[in-house]
């Protein structure tokens, strides 16, 4: 049982530059987010999605886009690399079966370092 | 709107101390969940403990111990006879309860606990 599992685990990026940090669980969760971690800020929510087919923003989601196309999938898009999304993101699921004891207890990707020079 | 406030941003404690990492909530939810959160020096984030707006009795697990106190709004954290292995950053999350705001996790800003043999 992989998890949630989130690629690449590193990336350089140069500003102006676009791509897609890729995230699969095979859980069957229905909750699936990304968040960013930088220093001294915690773990601040980009994205999240309830389920296929349906996103919302979170609390920092300027410069970034996803899509839930499959229960599994929930990539992350950069549309043009800035430095200041220069962070650590993960990615993480968590399920709606709220009677079990971990419920909607989130499980996290190992995260990705991304740098943007 | 939700928030999570870790007041504590480094503690520093020696070995076999007792300490409290502090976590106070604000939510206009009657139903909503709790977390606890460890991230060791290695990155990964831990799963430490679930807690929902109904249950108030104070749990336990090993040495560690979680009190939570709806009437002052915390959820806070004791670790008792601290080891070097517990030297990590501790995040407090909170979550709404219904289908949709359960999977709007909201992250405080960490506590740095440093344990000195």
């Known amino acids: 049982n992989a998890g949630v599992t989130q690629t690449p685990k590193f990336q350089v990026l140069k500003t102006g530059q676009s791509m897609t940090l890729q995230c699969a669980q095979d859980?069957?969760?229905?909750?699936m987010s990304w968040y960013r971690q930088d220093p001294g800020m915690g773990l601040r929510l980009i994205h999240y999605?309830?389920?296929?087919?349906?996103?919302d923003q979170g609390e920092v989601p300027n410069g970034y886009n996803v899509s839930r196309s499959t229960t599994e999938d929930f990539p992350l898009r950069l549309l043009s690399a800035a430095p200041s999304q220069t962070s650590v993101y993960f990615c993480?699921?968590?399920?709606?079966?709220?009677?079990?004891?971990?419920?909607?207890?989130?499980?996290f990707g190992e995260g990705s370092w991304l740098t943007v020079v | 709107a939700q928030k999570v406030t870790q007041a504590q941003t480094e503690i520093s404690v020696v070995e076999k101390e007792d300490v409290t990492l502090d976590c106070v909530y604000e939510?206009?939810?009657?139903?909503?969940?709790l977390f606890w959160y460890k991230q060791p020096p290695s990155g990964e984030l831990v799963f430490l403990i679930r807690?929902?707006?109904?249950?108030?009795q104070n749990e336990i697990s090993g040495r560690y111990s979680w009190n939570f106190q709806k009437s002052t709004s915390s959820f806070n954290f004791t670790i008792t006879a601290s080891q070097v292995v517990d030297s990590a950053v501790y995040f407090c999350?909170?979550?709404?309860?219904?289908?949709?705001?359960?999977?709007?996790?909201?992250f405080g800003s960490g506590t740095r606990l440093s344990i000195r043999p």
């Open positions: 993480a699921s968590s399920s709606t079966d709220f009677a079990s004891v971990t419920g909607n207890t989130i499980y």
């Open positions: 859980m069957n969760h229905e909750y």
């Open positions: 999605s309830v389920g296929a087919g349906i996103t």
């Open positions: 939510t206009r939810d009657t139903t909503y969940y």
């Open positions: 807690r929902n707006s109904f249950d108030e």
């Open positions: 999350a909170l979550s709404g309860g219904d289908y949709s705001s359960a999977s709007k996790i909201i």
